[in-house]
């Protein structure tokens, strides 16, 4: 089945690139804000953060790769170099041996807690303080709107993964 594309149209265009462009360069700019004042990726700071914002500082490694849409494959390498560091630990699940738990460390919370007030006056610097209050209230609701729309093709997508007659 072949169908004709949907081009864009010039402002659906110029929001993209917009998007694409400053999307890519606050990952550059948080990236180099956290590798010099903590030493760290932005990727691990979002990797401590999600655990440190749950019960016990502690998630599957499965529930963490969901969390981070990266595969499990990433997830683990990422975890080992933070564990190395002192930040993770890694343990078994009581309920399920199959699954192992990361879990925040003392000292993966004192990073975050060194890290944080850089990295939050980073992001407002970058963001925030471009935008007028009405603009923030947009760019939540944009940010918003389009989530909901990726979770709901996630989910019609996983469920016709799940159909018999569309498996392989």
């Known amino acids: 089945m072949t169908t004709t594309p949907r081009w864009l149209n010039p402002e659906e265009r110029r929001a993209w690139l917009a998007y694409v462009q ?5 990952s550059d700019h ?7 004042d903590v030493g760290m990726t932005h990727a691990d700071y979002t990797l401590l953060v999600n655990l440190s914002s749950v019960k016990d500082h502690s998630l599957t490694m499965s529930e963490l790769a969901e969390r981070l849409k990266i595969t499990r494959s990433r997830l683990t390498h990422a ?3 933070l564990q190395e560091a002192g930040y993770v630990d ?3 699940d009581p309920v399920n041996r199959r699954n192992q738990h990361a879990v925040l460390t003392p000292a993966g919370m004192s990073l ?4 944080a007030p850089g990295h ?9 303080d471009a935008l007028t209050p009405e603009q923030v209230t947009q760019f939540a609701a944009i940010g918003e709107a389009v989530n909901a729309a990726l979770q709901r093709m996630d989910a ?13």
């Open 120 to 128: 939050v006056e980073a992001v407002r610097r970058a963001v925030f």
């Open 30 to 36: 948080l990236n180099r804000q956290l590798r010099r």
């Open 22 to 26: 400053f999307s890519t360069h606050l």
């Open 156 to 168: 019609d997508s996983d469920e016709q993964e799940a159909l018999p007659w569309r498996r392989r």
């Open 79 to 81: 975890v080992t170099r």
């Open 90 to 92: 890694r343990r078994e």
């Open 112 to 115: 975050l807690e060194r890290a």
